[in-house]
């Protein structure tokens, strides 16, 4: 693996993933709405919740583009991160936890007036997750916060669709930007939600900047408007290079250029899907970024490692692996990734 030359840029919501064990009993005591989903509230929401509780809070950098990002810093490809965080303690946590991975944080614009936002995520039993997520800081970015030097040294960009529904103005600069710097872009389409929303744009968006479109089953099939999410495939031949639907237990099916593979899931007792979709991506870049011309064997492979981290991701609380983990990921790779 050639990954000196690579540098991958993400450009997303940096949030303080704040996780917590709860019974359902609490929920419906605590947290107005309804339970599962994710729901954008005040911060004093999240602070009033939390004095409600004293079961132990398990706090990570997150925000599903950083999920994505630092899962491939972790993996010793070079990256950067986008985005706007507060000048208070979150901020200097998540700043702190990514530099410590090797990640350069200069592309962090500061809020001198706004917290850096975070997500409560509310784990029942059943491992379902109730989130609140206060945006903070990470809204307030402006396009005139962006400029080309941002972009410079980097070879790939990696863009979260919620920046689409946040900050539209400023994700159309990023990706402009990108393109005006030859970065190759890939984007995670996040929710079948936003893709409904942005019917009319997205199609225009994947074909003038998007070289790399991630998606699961819903947001595949919120766009092509049938019940079968393959027929993203024919809608988006020759738009961009690379499509990946993720379908869960099913798997996963890749298709770039002519080539077409079907990689199977690796299936594990889940205790919390927090984060599982973008490790994957981080998974499938690691075997992607390197590499300028796909075989068939290189796509089941780049899909497989891709399976294979989102399936540690699941076994515990939150969107990282666990240090732990991270020797048998490393003999993995060494052992069975792109030997040739």
Known sequence: MHKKEVKVLGFGSPLVDILINVEDYFLQKNVEGKKGGMELVDISIIDRILTK?????????????????????KLGVNTGFLGKIGTDELGSFYTKNYADIGGDVSGFKKSSDTRTGCCLSLVTPDSERTMRTYLGAAYTITPEDITGEDFKGYTHLHIEGYTLQYMPGVALKVLKLAKENSLVVSIDLASFEIVKQFSGDLPGILKNYVDIVFCNEDEAMQYVGTKNPEDVFDVLNGVCNVVAVKLGKKGSVIKAGDIKVRVPANLVEAVDTTGAGDVWQAGFLYGYTPHKVFTEKLLEEAGGFAAFLSSEV????GASIPENRWEHIRNYIKEKMFKN
């Open 53 to 73: 509780t004293t079961a132990e809070k398990v706090m990570v950098p997150g925000g599903s583009c950083a999920n994505t990002i630092s899962t491939l810093a």
């Open 314 to 317: 699941v076994r515990v609380m």
